[in-house]
């Protein structure tokens, strides 16, 4: 009885199971990472493939590899899949491949194979190819490139002091047929381990991010490692390797956190005469203290990004720009970034080459992704229809802060968002950033009382009197931020020395700061901001000790003013 006979009857399941592709499968031509040629007459077209495991929240680092196979799949007129690879059962976490598929869709990284999808190679989870990945290991067993250990886990990592868990010593490879009955009758359960020939694993490869890797040899590396598991489920080296081979993978872009593993990877292919594909490793995101981003590190999940309300485009412009160089000009703008960093999706694919990324480890920053954020809505602003998306999504919040508010309308948001466009982070700071927009200003707030603290009442009175004259008397075709901006101009013309920009935003608003004031009436309309402006004139906004102190003011030199302010700020300080 051979040892491949062994194994099959202890896994009966899956001698049922249909055939795979032989092992006489022909091997695919080395591909050129620019322009996807060989030296065959028909080229393959490149394919890659994005493969997490569901051991948790898709988190940025793998948002990133995503990002990147979709990027060189598309600048090479190729296509990339997600696979799922959910082997590991101990870490498996429900719900997480759902998850992680329903941010992708968020994204907009549109895969062109997967499990929601389909596609030639279906299945895309492993779990659901296990009878292939055992038909594959029986040829490798029956071809003499594997055999079924029997050895038990703790046994297997006894069995030399230095090897590393769940190594054997080779013994089961030499077991006689009466032994392999023996094991095959009383049901042993069995792992099936690829050997290793004497000239170990191949640790020397070329990587088209880092170049020429030569791995160190470690103590107990060449040992023969498990295939299959004992319970029947394929390692993560294994259906890596079957799968990248079946389903056509060209080039694969992973974390260099996985260049060790290259050489057991490598080590599978030889024992199937398959070519490797192209690999590129790129640097892994660390956290700002320099160490890895992980799923267990804090505030790095995708989803957490996207629940306070950053845009997508953004959050991938963002991650693109960790690892990888994409123009030689000098950092000029804020948090290092210059406008060519601001990136649509076309852009990135267009400026995206392999070659251009590095080998230094990134850190992710809050402050760049806020910067990235707010011109990404100016930009999305420009078209109506990514106006009216943004506006349809921020109506919940809107309607959660203001419940009672009757300004809900689509239209009218939408005029709102593009007011604020250049104040706002993120979409939903139009609620802590223009209240004045959905409700009344409150006059009642500390900021709103110092802006009064600036000008005289009589000053004040002036301002709004004068601009409502002016305005009161345009027609609602000329209501607009053009016009209303040359009105205030005249306004000030035609009274020299009178300042209108406080008391007229305290007026609309009640808010020092905000966008330019026609932009603010042009978007509160005709009616509501004259209404304003007549009822902040015909406001008595100061009290009688205000007054008073308005007239010391008044009368001292700037010196003395400058320490009565003082002493009523002290006086101020300690309350009633």
Same mark, same amino acid.
């Given at each position: 009885m051979t040892a491949l006979r062994a194994f099959a009857e202890l896994r009966s399941a899956l001698i049922a199971a249909p055939r795979a592709q032989s092992l006489r499968t022909p091997s695919r031509k080395r591909l050129c990472v620019r322009c996807a040629s060989s030296d065959t007459q028909q080229a393959q077209a490149p394919r890659l493939r994005f493969a997490p495991s569901p051991t948790g929240f898709l988190h940025l680092g793998g948002l990133r590899s995503a990002l990147f196979n979709h990027l060189l799949a598309r600048k090479l007129g190729g296509a990339w899949i997600l696979r799922i690879e959910d082997t590991d059962r101990n870490r498996f976490v429900e719900g997480a491949a759902d998850s992680l598929t329903e941010i992708l869709q968020w994204a907009r990284l549109d895969y062109d194979e997967g499990p929601s999808r389909g596609g030639p190679h279906a299945p895309y989870t492993q779990s659901e190819r296990k009878q292939i990945y055992a038909r594959y290991a029986e040829e490798l067993v029956s071809a003499g490139h594997a055999y079924a250990c029997f050895c038990d886990p703790p046994i297997a990592s006894a069995q030399s002091k230095h090897a590393p868990p769940n190594v054997c010593s080779g013994e089961c490879a030499q077991l006689s047929s009466d032994a392999l009955a023996a094991k095959s009758s009383c049901k042993a359960p069995a792992a099936i381990r690829l050997k290793i020939g004497p000239e170990g694993l191949p640790r020397s490869f070329e990587d088209l991010v880092y170049g020429k890797i030569n791995l160190p040899a470690k103590a107990g590396q060449d040992r023969d490692f498990v295939i299959i598991k004992r319970d029947g489920f394929p390692t993560y080296h294994f259906a890596n390797v079957i799968d990248d081979h079946l389903m056509q993978i060209t080039h694969v872009l992973r974390g260099e956190e996985w260049i060790p593993s290259t050489s057991k990877h490598l080590a599978i292919y030889d024992a199937f005469g398959w070519q490797a594909p192209r690999y590129a490793h790129m640097p892994i995101l660390v956290t700002s203290e320099g160490k890895k981003l992980s799923k267990r590190s804090g505030h790095v999940r995708v989803e957490d990004y996207r629940a306070e309300g950053y845009e997508p485009e953004a959050v991938l412009n963002a991650v693109a720009l960790l690892g990888a160089s994409w123009q030689d000009a000098p950092p000029e703008s804020r948090y290092g970034l210059q406008t060519s960093d601001i990136m649509t999706m076309q852009e990135m694919i267009s400026k995206f080459a392999i070659e251009n990324v590095n080998k230094h480890r990134s850190a992710f920053s809050p402050g760049q992704l806020d910067f990235l954020n707010r011109h990404h809505l100016i930009l999305k602003c420009a078209s109506d229809g990514t106006l009216t998306e943004m506006a349809e999504r921020l109506l919940p919040d809107l309607q959660e802060?203001?419940?009672?508010?009757?300004?809900?309308? +689509?239209?009218?948001?939408? %005029?709102?968002?593009?007011?604020?466009?250049?104040? +706002?982070?993120?979409?939903? %700071?139009?609620? +802590?950033?223009?209240?004045?927009?959905?409700?009344?200003? %409150?006059?009642?707030?500390?900021?709103?009382?110092?802006? =009064?603290?600036?000008?005289?009442?009589?000053?004040?009175?002036?301002?709004?009197?004068?601009?409502?004259?002016? =305005?009161?008397?345009?027609?609602?075709?000329?209501?607009?931020? %053009?016009?209303?901006?040359?009105?205030?101009?005249?306004?000030?013309?035609?009274?020299?020395?009178?300042?209108?920009?406080?008391?007229?935003?305290?007026?609309?608003?009640?808010?020092?700061i905000g966008p330019p004031v026609a932009i603010v009436m042009a978007t509160l309309g005709q009616e509501t901001s004259l209404a304003r402006l007549e009822r902040a004139a015909h406001t008595k906004w100061t009290t009688p000790a205000e007054d008073r102190l308005a007239q010391i003011l008044a009368s001292c030199d700037t010196k003395q003013a400058k320490g009565v302010q003082k002493k009523v700020h002290v006086l101020r300080a300690r309350g009633p």
């Open positions: 802060a203001f419940p009672s508010s009757p300004l809900m309308e +689509i239209a009218y948001i939408k %005029d709102v968002i593009v007011a604020l466009k250049e104040r +706002i982070n993120r979409l939903k %700071d139009v609620a +802590i950033m223009g209240p004045y927009f959905f409700s009344e200003p %409150d006059y009642t707030v500390p900021a709103a009382k110092a802006m =009064l603290r600036k000008t005289s009442e009589e000053h004040y009175r002036s301002a709004c009197e004068a601009t409502y004259e002016r =305005l009161s008397s345009m027609t609602p075709a000329e209501w607009t931020a %053009d016009r209303l901006s040359a009105a205030l101009a005249a306004v000030t013309q035609d009274e020299p020395g009178l300042q209108i920009g406080l008391p007229l935003r305290h007026a609309l608003t009640a808010a020092k």
